[in-house]
């Protein structure tokens, strides 16, 4: 039996590996002592949600839950 990875499946495995890669980051900056959301800027938050709204998998979305799927990934 073939098992199928659902979007869900993948945008886990995306996000786990963005996650990783951020630790990887943030361990090897030894002058990092914390990152909270209040650390990121506004501006940041649009690239990367207009970052996120330019893939692939967002624009084969519907137009309506393009905007609640980027939330999802790029939250404050």
């Not at 090897?28 to 650390?39: I, Q, Y």
């Not at 996120?52 to 393009?66: L, W």
Request: net charge neutral; hydrophobic share 35%.
């Amino acid at each position: 039996m073939t098992r199928k990875y659902t979007d869900t499946h993948t945008h886990t495995h995306a996000r786990s590996q963005q996650i990783g890669e951020l630790g990887i980051l943030v361990a090897s900056c030894p002058g990092v002592t914390c990152v909270s959301p209040a650390d990121v800027s506004a501006e940041m938050l649009a690239r990367e949600r207009d970052i996120e709204m330019n893939k692939e998998d967002i624009k084969s979305k519907p137009e309506a839950i393009r905007c609640v799927c980027v939330c999802v990934c790029v939250r404050p």
